[in-house]
Each structure stands twice: as C-alpha cells, then as structure tokens.
T-cell receptor, first 115, second 110 residues
C-alpha cells in the first residue's frame, strides 16, 4: 500500500499562474483533507471532503478550490496564485469523522513557492 | 483565533529523561484528541489519541493525559530517546471540525 501520495513534491509559480495539486489514497478512506503548514501557524485546514462528490470549506478556504470526482483522489486548485499561498501543503485521509476514525494519514507534502 | 494552542515552540530534554509536551484548547465540543509526530520533509504521522471520555491513554513509552475541566492535554514520553526528536502537533476534533496546534519541536540530547 502506498498510503497517501501527493503530486508534485515541489513547485515554483509566478503570481497569477494556476496549478492543481493531486492527492491520492489507496486505503478506501471516505474523508480527505487539504492542509497548509506555515511557520508558527501549525496545520490549517483548507478544504475537506466527506465522500466522493462532496467538498466543504475548512478554516482557510479563500483562494483555493477542490474537487473529489473519485473516492481515491482529492484535487486542490489555485486559480490565480499569490505570494501569500507560499506554503507546504499536506493532504490527509481518514475512515470517517468521530472517535478513532478521526485518525488522519498524511501524505509527504508539496512545497509551493509563489514569486 | 487559535482553538488549539501549544505555547512552547521548543523543548530540549536529556536522553533517558521524561519529555512533557503540553496543549490547551478552547472548544468544549471537541471530543477526540490526537498527537502527531513530524520529521523534516515528511508528513505528520499519528502517535497516540484519547477520547474525551477518558483521562489517560498509554502506548509503550507514550502517555497522553486529558484534563477536560482545564481544557488541557499533555503528552509524556519516558524514557526519551534521540529518535524522538521531531515536531509534535496536538490536534482536536468534533464532527467535521479539525484543528491542529502550532507544534512543539522536541530535541532529545544524547
């Protein structure tokens, strides 16, 4: 099992460019999440999905869009990148929400720099 | 508005001694708490968790304590080992709510 994988691992964008980050999981998890990690800020939830075809906003959703067309994939899109979106992005998945099913499994991260 | 706070950005401990990492939360609706460990250039990995109906959970060298009245949890590592050097995040959840703390960087000195 690969667990949770993220593509790409690194990316440099210019302000205004767009890109999509891909997350894939092979654990048949229902829930998937996108976080960003910034110095001194910890992990902040951007968007999450409770199942195929569903998405919901997290703590810091502005400037991002997501899609969950297939259960195993969760895409994070930046339509017009800004320097404030320079961050490390982590994808995670879990069985469900509530109790022990809340345990989230994380991917290795994508380091994004917006110039 | 930080709902989960880790007030110590860093902690250094001698090998073999106890490491105590602390976490405070503000939302009384949180019903599940977790600790994650993160090495550089890797994603966080699950370490240990505790339900709000318990006040202690143990797994080998790791013990998590929950004080609901104080809205405080702590992670004890004993004995500490150099391989425990990492950033530790506490997390709290309620249905469809997930919050992480800012992390504490633990250094275990051989």
């Amino acid at each position: 099992n690969a667990g949770v994988t993220q593509t790409p691992k690194f990316r440099v964008l210019k302000t205004g460019q767009s890109m999509t980050l891909l997350c894939a999981q092979d654990m048949n998890h229902e829930y998937m999440y996108w976080y960003r990690q910034d110095p001194g800020m910890g992990l902040r939830l951007i968007h999450y999905s409770v199942g195929e075809g569903t998405t919901a906003k997290g703590e810091v959703p502005d400037g991002y869009n997501v899609s969950r067309l297939k259960k195993q994939n969760f895409l994070l899109g930046l339509e017009s990148a800004a320097p404030s979106q320079t961050s490390v992005y982590f994808c995670a998945s879990s069985w469900a929400s509530g109790g022990s099913t809340d345990t989230q499994y994380f991917g290795p991260g994508t380091r994004l720099t917006v110039l | 508005d930080q709902q989960v706070k880790q007030n110590s950005p860093s902690l250094s401990v001698q090998e073999g001694r106890i490491s105590i990492l602390n976490c405070d939360y503000t939302n009384s609706m949180f019903d599940y708490f977790l600790w994650y460990k993160k090495y550089p250039a890797e994603g966080p990995t699950f370490l240990i968790s505790i339900s709000s109906i318990k006040d202690k959970n143990e797994d080998g060298r790791f013990t998590v304590f929950l004080n609901k009245s104080a809205k405080h949890l702590s992670l004890h590592i004993v004995p500490s080992q150099p391989g425990d050097s990492a950033v530790y995040f506490c997390a709290a959840s309620a249905p469809n709510q997930f919050y992480f703390g800012t992390g504490t960087s633990l250094t275990v000195i051989p």
